[in-house]
């Protein structure tokens, strides 16, 4: 990652990625990065060149982008939990809780009016699903390890709200960090993340023998992970 100061003093972050691509691919996501993808011909000073040069398209880009997550936070008309859409039908009553059930998610309030209220029950409820789901898929994952004679290593599981990432492993720390925005998503998708990160205390990189290993302990991986690619 690489930030660049354009002559009019503002900042614009990149991060070139060198890939065998014929053209220069810019783009511009929802964590305000531009991603460069270019082949090892094309030099870091005409990269920045172009940065520079369409630095107002990328600020509109992320300005567009940026509006779009606020429009898509605002719905409470559904929820999307585990793959699946869920209605959510406001009920007036004082209890101010939102519950996520088999078919539908009521929420419980008398100020339902205020969709950015009505949003944080709903939040809380998916939270807390969410929490409980990954205790589960993070005991699958150990349980899995121990049958096939590895030690499961000590971990801490951190559930964050991240823009840019799925997953993360400080193995370092013995500590994976899982986003919460997988909650959307189906439970094998959550349980790949998992197995994904897991994978990185033996291999820290993503190379042949990460996958190959992921691919072991996991065979669907990328049947339920190539979801994600997707957005
Ligand atoms: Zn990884």
């Known amino acids: 990652m690489k930030t660049i100061t354009l002559p009019d003093g503002r900042t614009l972050t990149y991060e070139l990625i060198r890939k065998r691509v014929k053209n220069v691919n810019f783009r511009a996501k929802d964590d305000g990065i531009v991603y460069v993808s270019a082949n090892s011909r094309v030099s870091v000073k005409e990269v920045e060149r172009f940065l520079t040069e369409r630095a107002d398209f990328f600020f509109g880009a992320f300005e567009r982008l940026r509006a779009r997550e606020k429009r898509s936070e605002i719905n409470t008309e559904t929820v999307n939990w585990l793959g699946l859409e869920y209605p959510v039908r406001i009920i007036h009553n004082a209890r101010e809780l939102a519950v996520l059930d088999e078919t539908e998610c009521r929420v419980f309030t008398r100020l339902g009016g205020d969709s950015e209220y009505v949003l944080s029950l709903i939040q809380r409820a998916v939270a807390e699903r969410f929490a409980a789901l990954c205790t589960e898929l993070n005991a699958e ?5 121990e049958r096939r004679g590895l030690t499961p290593p000590p971990t801490r599981i951190t559930i964050k709200d991240m823009s840019s990432r799925w997953g993360s492993c400080s193995y370092t720390k013995g500590h994976i960090s899982i986003n919460i925005r997988l909650a959307a998503y189906p439970r094998e998708t959550v ?36 979801l994600l690619k997707e957005k």
Do not use: C, G, I, Q
């Not at 994952?141 to 390890?145: G, H, K, Q, S, Y």
């Open 141 to 145: 994952v150990r349980t899995e390890l």
């Open 191 to 226: 349980l790949s993340v998992f197995w994904h990160e897991y994978a990185h205390y033996r291999y820290h990189d993503h190379s042949k023998a990460f996958y190959d290993f992921l691919l072991d302990m996991y065979p669907d991986y990328y049947k339920y992970n190539d």
